[in-house]
C-alpha cells in the first residue's frame, strides 16, 4: 500500500471550544513521510509541531499539543477523521491557539476529506504491525488500553460513569472504512455539574448546545441553572427531568462512546505511524490515551525496520522448485528455501539454517556460525527473485554483485535459525542496474543488514 495525502486543501472555520475565538483551519498536501504537523500561521515565525506522543503537553479536557510556548489545542478529532481516511501525510495550517470544534463532532472534516480526494504518492505505507499483546493500565482510575495483534486496525471501547443518565456504554468499530457512518457524527459531551468548573479553569468559553451534548443528570435549582447560563452568555432554559438538554437529538442510543472510540482514534494518530492491532479500551480518556500511545511510540522509535510476519503453516509465494527457476544457484550454494512476500519493489525469503549445512564442517566445528558473507549472499540471491520474477524469460538472466556498501551484522546466526530475508529496491531499476537494501532477521532482531548494487545481465 502506498502512503496518501490530500489532492487538494480544504479550510473549515469556527468557535474554538476552550478559547472561544473564530479559528481557520486549512489542511495541505505534504510531501512522502512527512506525518501531520500543525503551523501556527499566527504566530511571528510560523513554527511548526508534529503531531506525535511526545509533544503533548496537556490531555485536560482534549489533547493539546506543543513545542516551547507554541501550543495547539483539541487537535483528536481531525486527527482522528485524517488517520481513519488512511491519510498518511499533511499540513495543518491553523490561526489560533486550537482548532474549531465545529458541532463537536469529526463528521465535517470527514466531509471535507471526502469532496477534496486523496493522492497516491511512490513510498510505501509504513505500518507498524503489533505482533504480542501490549497493555497499559493507570492503576489510579481503573483506566487500561490494550492493543493485540491482528491483520488490520480495529477498536472497541467501554466507558463508565458514575452517573443516572450515562451509565455503562459499549461501543465497536471493526473496520476504519466505517468511520463516516459509525463514528464520525459522535459529539463531545459534558455534564452540567461540571461546567461550571471548567469555566473557572477558563475551559469551554466557545462551549454551548450546538457543539456538545451536556447532559443533566442531577438535579439543580433554577437559579442554578439561570447562573450557568449566564456565565455561559447563553439564553436561559428550562430544565426539567434528569436527560439531555440539546435541541437536537442523540444520534445513537450509545453517541458518548462513539465519541470516545473516535478521541481513541485521534490520540493513536499520534504514534507517528499506521498500526495493525485491535485495540480495546476501558474507561478511556485523552489522559491514558497519551500515556498508551507514548508506550506504543517508544517501540515505534526503538524499531528501525520490523521483522517480516512469518507463518511457517501458510503456503509459499514461491517454493524452492519456482525459485530454482529463476535462479541459477545450486547445492550447496542455494542458500533459500522459499518466497513468503513478493511485488515489485521488495522480496520477503526463508532460509532454514539447519545443523547439516556444508560449510559448517569448518566453520567452525566447535561452534558453527553461518558465516557473514554468505547471509550476504542470501539476501542477494532474494534480491535476484525479485528483479528476475518479473521478466519474460527469467532463466535467461542472471544477477551479479557490483559493490556492497554499509554491511553490518548484528549477532550470529547459528543451526537451528530461521533467516527471514527481507529486501527491497532503493532506486527503480535503471540500465539493468538494482540498488537494493536488505535486512536478515532471525525472530524480531536483525542479524544483518547490507545495501548493494546487481547488474542484471544476459546469459550467453
Not at 51 to 69: H, P, S, W, Y
Not at 199 to 217: E, F, R, T
Request: proline share 6%; glycine share 6%; aromatic share 8%.
Amino acid at each position: 500500500m502506498k502512503q496518501l495525502t490530500l489532492k487538494s486543501p480544504f479550510t473549515v472555520s469556527g468557535k474554538g471550544l476552550h478559547s472561544g475565538l473564530e479559528i481557520t483551519a486549512t489542511f495541505l498536501p505534504a510531501p512522502e513521510n512527512h506525518g501531520y504537523k500543525f503551523k501556527r500561521v499566527d504566530i511571528e515565525g510560523q513554527p511548526i509541531v508534529d503531531a506525535l506522543a511526545e509533544n503533548v503537553v496537556d490531555t485536560q479536557r482534549g489533547t493539546v499539543i506543543g513545542k516551547n510556548d507554541v501550543r495547539i489545542s483539541t487537535v483528536e478529532h481531525a486527527l482522528a477523521a485524517l488517520y481513519a481516511a488512511s491519510i498518511d501525510n499533511c499540513l495543518i495550517e491553523v490561526n489560533g491557539p486550537e482548532l474549531p470544534i465545529l458541532d463537536g463532532s469529526a463528521v465535517r472534516y470527514v466531509t471535507a476529506i471526502e469532496e477534496t480526494g486523496l493522492e497516491e504518492q511512490s513510498a510505501d505505507k509504513d505500518f507498524y504491525i503489533i505482533k504480542e499483546k501490549m497493555r497499559f493500565k493507570d492503576e489510579e482510575t481503573g483506566s487500561q488500553i490494550t492493543i493485540y495483534p491482528d491483520d488490520h486496525f480495529s477498536v472497541e471501547v467501554m466507558v463508565e460513569y458514575n452517573s443516572k443518565v450515562l451509565p455503562n456504554q459499549f461501543a465497536v468499530l471493526d473496520d476504519v472504512s466505517e468511520f463516516k457512518q459509525e463514528v464520525a457524527s459522535a459529539r463531545t459531551f459534558v455534564f452540567v455539574r461540571e461546567i461550571e468548573a471548567l469555566l473557572q479553569h477558563g475551559l469551554i468559553k466557545g462551549g454551548d448546545i450546538d457543539n456538545a451534548i451536556v447532559i443533566y443528570d442531577e438535579p439543580a435549582s433554577q437559579e442554578n441553572i439561570d447562573r450557568l447560563c449566564d456565565l455561559m452568555n447563553v439564553p436561559h432554559m428550562k430544565v426539567g427531568e434528569l436527560g439531555y438538554i440539546n435541541p437536537e437529538p442523540l444520534t445513537w442510543d450509545n453517541e458518548p462512546a462513539r465519541h470516545k472510540l473516535m478521541d481513541v482514534i485521534g490520540d493513536l494518530a499520534l504514534i507517528g505511524r499506521p498500526v495493525k492491532g485491535r485495540v480495546v479500551a476501558i474507561r478511556p480518556g485523552h489522559t491514558v490515551n497519551n500515556k498508551f500511545t507514548r508506550m506504543i511510540r517508544k517501540e515505534v522509535r526503538h524499531t528501525e525496520i520490523q521483522s517480516p510476519y512469518y507463518n511457517p503453516n501458510t503456503e509459499p509465494v514461491l517454493d524452492v522448485h519456482a525459485i530454482r527457476k529463476l535462479l541459477p544457484h545450486r547445492y550447496p550454494f542455494l542458500l533459500i528455501d522459499k518466497v513468503i512476500d513478493i511485488d515489485k519493489k521488495h522480496c520477503v525469503a526463508v532460509k532454514n539454517v539447519t545443523v547439516n549445512e556444508p560449510f559448517f564442517i569448518g566453520h567452525f566445528p566447535q561452534e558453527p556460525v553461518m558465516p557473514g558473507v554468505l547471509q550476504v549472499e542470501a539476501m542477494a540471491q532474494a534480491a535476484g527473485v525479485l528483479v528476475l520474477n518479473y521478466l519474460e524469460e527469467p532463466e535467461k538472466y542472471s544477477t551479479y554483485f557490483l559493490k556492497i556498501d554499509n554491511v553490518k551484522f548484528r549477532q550470529k546466526v547459528v543451526p537451528g535459525n530461521t533467516l527471514l530475508l527481507n529486501v527491497s529496491l532503493m532506486t527503480e531499476i535503471r540500465r539493468g542496474c538494482a540498488v537494493v537494501k536488505g535486512y536478515a532477521f532471525v525472530g524480531e532482531k536483525i542479524v544483518c543488514e547490507a545495501e548493494f548494487m546487481a547488474q542484471i545481465i544476459k546469459n550467453k
